[in-house]
Nanobody, 120 residues
Framework: QVQLVESGGGLVQAGGSLRLSCAASGSTFSINAMGWYRQAPGKQRQVVAG???????NYVDSVKGRFTISRDNAKNTVHLQMNSLKPADTAVYYCNAVQYGIEGGRIDYWGQGTQVTVSS
């Protein structure tokens, strides 16, 4: 019911910046929160940043002060501004959207992923 399409990944040198975008379509009225996850080879997928429908944000410690998540409700789009990138940020970044049911149900939707590579 929700489709997510990411864009903005690429190759940058350490210290550079990238801006990821995720456009949601479908039943976007039912989305409670959106966020960004990343997964490096051999590693678990981990949350990087999240934003609720009310605008509350959260970040993993390693990106605090460098990454900023924002949303554009009119366009059903969430962005991740990534500054001061480090090689450790290299991963596939996935957009995530969450729907919560009344009785504890939860549905996660995922984008196809966009590669972010930071060279040293």
């Amino acid at each position: 019911q929700v489709q997510l399409v990411e864009s903005g990944g690429g190759l940058v040198q350490a210290g550079g910046s990238l801006r990821l975008s995720c456009a949601a379509s479908g039943s976007t009225f039912s989305i409670n929160a959106m966020g960004w996850y990343r997964q490096a080879p051999g590693k678990q997928r981990q949350v990087v940043a999240g934003i609720t429908s009310g605008g509350s944000t959260n970040y993993v410690d390693s990106v605090k002060g460098r990454f900023t998540i924002s949303r554009d409700n009119a366009k059903n789009t969430v962005h991740l501004q990534m500054n001061s990138l480090k090689p450790a940020d290299t991963a596939v970044y996935y957009c995530n959207a969450v729907q919560y049911g009344i009785e504890g149900g939860r549905i996660d939707y995922w984008g196809q992923g966009t590669q972010v590579t930071v060279s040293s």
